[in-house]
């Protein structure tokens, strides 16, 4: 990309003015609403909760693009498989105390929908490796049809309960400071995603298998030369993706009420995520997630809530057209070079 | 050679025209009271064909766009749902409100509305498509994705407009003078009428300067523009074309089921457009019904099946099956079904390209 100079500070400038403009125009709304200033760090906590569940997603999407270069639909149907299969084997007569139960159905969510991930990559995508983008485009949405159909045959069309992780019943604990309420659940997701992103971390920098995945994810020949194996990287690239939606789909289950088709505008949004974050960059992505999660948030609550998935829609086609290589990835190299 | 060529295509059009007017006649007729959904052993009724040759127009234009031009579209519902919009405000409302009294009543202005539909969409195309087609592969594709949601989304929130998720009701039936198109066996004629005439359009802009453009830009995009193809115009006329078509379908569709509501024209519809034109056969005009088709008929009788044999009804189980169909044609036969079937006479030393 050859930029001229003098366009940076001008690019810079006309972004202020639009999030300036953006912002004055929310406060205008809102106060025409009778919005108090505890209203809006409600909206932005609620914001930064679904938020995050928004980051693990988008870190799904981001290993599963930087190691294949592929866009995977289904990353949203592994959120709805590891709550379903949580919330199943919850409901389970084992005979545990509760709270064990509770770290066992935790740990089949996650595993199984690992091993689902990991399988959709042998059946679906290793035959298909060499075809060009829309053909695999179409394989994951094909994937994502049958799982979300299964489960609904498996689950039925109502939707269930998974218990909050703190009190293991329905009724959340619930902290209140001031006119702020702030839900056990919504702890336990942040300190979730602040943990997936350190083992993430180790995983990555410290391991052999994960430096595999990123020498793959830079180079796929160059690491084929030094005797990586593509296929092996690419499977493993699939059942994390897979494991880290599990998470999310488990932590958020006891705010939303898991259903079998929550996962088509997760996973959207979990990409528009990735799209803010330059689809490569671990980083960028936490940040694009829990920003798209205020933004959405805040921007429904002044407006109307039925205009929150508009927003992030809106939000996924200006950078795309705007700044293809995502706001906070911040590199000067797009992810997918136009 | 070029009239030699042409041969095949205009064999198959008749072909396709008199066995589809069959058709419509057993059932206009009824010999010895026969039903044309008895001739297909209930899979397929009068009510099925009409909706195959409603998406064959939409399909047509997806394989322009995609197979020809490839370039991808996960947001065709949403042109759809302009055209059947169009055409249920412009009905109905106008009407209600009494604005444009004397013309609203009349027979020629649902017609007018469908081209006015046909108009506007291929106008949005052409202003979306100018920055959306910069794009490329998969960001293309989620763009477009964004695009058919938004429209799906706001179909659903302008309700002055639209009638918001309820939708809009009692569009009138289409008539030429005081003669009505309806029932079923005669909207049967006008729909099919109309597909035929949009895949000869289709096969006539393969065949055309337009057509070789796309195919080159599919081909390397780099390659055709220095060789002095305008491939921004190509790409954002190839979208302009695959909406207009989106929008006449759409338009017919409002006009069979006497009401819009934004249900059919979300995500899933838009999947199941790019499924059945990837069944057909991406580079093929005549992969469109195919395709259709096929997809149609698979999943009436997942329907039908599963629920003599399961016991249960409604739902979208048949989706698994349909899902796993699309997941294996993607992987065995990526040229689509057509493809695969006109293999062998291909081999008896036909140019693969030329075959349309």
Redesign the interface.
Known sequence: MHRKPQRQPVRILVTVLVVLGVAALSLLLGSQKGLQPQHYIQLTIDGVRAGSIYALMALGFVVVYSVTGI?NFAQGEFVMLGAMICLTVNDLDLPLPPAWKMIAAILAGVLLTTIIGATMERL?IR??RR?P???L???T??????????A??VWG?DPHVLPAFTTLALEDKIFRFGGVIVQAQSLWIWATLIVTLILLYFFLERTLLGKALRACAVNRRAAQLVGINPDRMSLLSFALAAALGAIGGIVLGPVTRPIYDMG?MLG?RG?VAA?IGGLVSVPGVVVGGLLLGVVENIAAGVT?P??K??VS??I??AI??FR?QGIIGGGEKPA?E? | MKRLRAHPNFAGVVILAVVLAVFGAIDLIRPFGLRFSDLSGRVVTIDTMIRIGILTIVVVGLNLLMGYAGQVSLGQAGFYALGAYASGVLTTLASRHGMLSGIADTWWWPWLAIIIGMLLTGLFAYLVGKPILRLKGNYLAMATLGLGMILYILAGQLSALTGGYDGLTGIPRLRIGDFALWPAQRYYFLVWGAAIAVIVVGLNIVHSRIGRALRAIHTNETAAETSGVDTEHYKVLALVISAMLASLAGSLYAHFQSAVSPSPFGFKASVELVTMAAVGGLSSIWGAPLGVAVMFVISNLLQSQLETIFHIRGGEYELIIYGLVLVLIMIFMPKGVISSLSAGRRNAGRDPEEAA
């Open positions: 866009i679906t035959p298909a075809s983008p829309v053909t485009i179409i394989i949405i094909g994937v994502t049809i049958t799982l979300r159909a299964a609904l045959l069309a088509v959207l990409f799209i109307d039925a205009y998935s508009v829609f809106v996924l086609i795309l057209l293809p997918e136009a």
